[in-house]
């Protein structure tokens, strides 16, 4: 141990290693109610490309399995060790904001920004990165989000999600070497500013990969000029609500582009831990006694005569299914006004995290479907819950969607889980729960983007992976980490 600490040390200085027993207990543990805790060894925090590169080198040399962390807000346990301690290597110290092109109209970065920094000053500037990364994007980085392809934060339905938008990355690679991919593949393309073009796509293979193929240091991500004219709307949707809302979205989506930046529903539990629980919220009151899932919208347009078309367009599709129009502000209970106006991205999902009060947490098992297959989950959802009433009853959980979201152009993004109580005589009840739910979500043809260590392994165990395409993960995995030095564990590579 000695001997690694002394080479950790050498290589990011000795300021920024850490074996002290509250240091390596905070970084032992996901934020959901089930998993083991696993102590690293070492916590290890570099401030440059160069510093990753050596902590690298030194793993491989030892033998010390690393996993990255950005803002270690993975709801699978994907940032901290899964088999065995090693090091956990902290990209957050990485985080400046290294370049703003606005011919080229990209940004650059350190990866262990947050988006909610980022966005900060693209916001001042006009304009913005598209998708604001995940809703927890005011401790989340963006090489988290990329590792994940996070969507929620703001601007799914409009941009999808945050992987969509990179057009290079910089990554260390699990044996210590720099890899340039996107426009920065070749040493002629002097700006960045597109992902697709000298050959395969290799950039893609470390977006979404949780950190099992390499480390991101540096990212391009696109920017888009924020537009001046935007309208938010709330409905009140007719039961069952999250029929009509699927209706309508596929309607949405056959009409063409109508400039809706983001769109939600939230069934009704979610309606009522709304308003019955988050009271700092001006909008609550609005909706007490509402029995009924809530719809909501923000468009953006360029022009009015842009704004009121497509407002027109999208209106008459909530009417023709029934949903009736809340007040125009915040305080009538338009949630869209708050969620667009109001910062409410960055809001929304921590102040839902307490929703049963203090001690509670998530075991989130959210999802992508498409569109018209939305209502099929819900059914599934609900059959589960009907199959495992006692063991939830056991553990005091509740089960469901809280929320879903139109993403990108085919899809629902599905905010669906279990809330648990965080207690250690409740874990392997949770884990248990938690796992046979996966497993449900997966076979429903549900499609995990976040996987973590737990949706990794249940994907995998539920064997949703034909043996080529297994194998073809297994020998990239091989080919790039020889010594299994990423990440081990995660789809039990
Ligand atoms: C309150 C709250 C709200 C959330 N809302 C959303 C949401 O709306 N949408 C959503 O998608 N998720 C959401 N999440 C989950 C999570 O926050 C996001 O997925 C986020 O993008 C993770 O970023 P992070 O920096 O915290 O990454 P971490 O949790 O630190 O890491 C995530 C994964 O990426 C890997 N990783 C991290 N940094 C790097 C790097 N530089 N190079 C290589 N691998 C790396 C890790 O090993 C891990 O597997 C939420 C979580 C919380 C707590």
Known sequence: MGEVLRALEDAVGSDYVSVDDFVLYTYSRGIEGALE???????????????????????????????????????????????????????????RLLDINFEAMTVSVECGITWAKLNTVLFEKGYYTGTLGPGSGMSATVGGGLSHHSVGGGGATKYGTCSEHCVALEVVLPQGDVVQTGSNASVYIKEPFCRLGLGPDLLSIFLG??????????????????PEYHECKTFVVENPG???????????????????????????????????LLTEFPFIPAWKGIDKGILWYTIEAYTEDELEEKVRLADGAVKRHGGEELGEKIEDGNIARWHYEKHGFWQNWHALWNI????????????HVPIHRMPDMFRAFEKWEEENRSLLEKAGAFSGVSTTILCGHTTVEVDSGLVVWDRPELRSLNKQLWISQMHMVIKNGGMPYMTGELYSQALVDAAAFPEPYFELLRTLKRTLDPNRILSPGKYRL
């Open 37 to 95: 805790e696993v102590m690293p060894e070492y916590v290890v925090r570099p401030g440059s490309t160069d510093e990753v590169s050596r902590v690298v080198k030194v793993a491989n040399k030892y033998k010390v399995p690393i996993v990255p962390r950005g803002g270690g807000c993975c709801l699978m346990g994907g940032s901290k060790p899964i088999e065995k301690g090693g090091i956990v290597i902290d990209m957050t110290r990485m985080n």
């Open 242 to 276: 999250d029929i009509n809302v699927a209706k309508i979205w596929l309607e949405w989506r056959k009409m063409g582009d109508l400039g809706i930046y983001d769109s939600q529903y939230l069934p009704p539990l979610t309606v009522v831990a709304y308003s019955g």
């Open 209 to 226: 990969d949780n950190g099992i193929f390499g480390i991101k240091t540096k990212a391009t991500l696109e920017i888009f000029p924020r």
């Open 356 to 367: 049963a009060g203090p001690g509670c947490v998530p075991c989130s098992t959210e999802h």
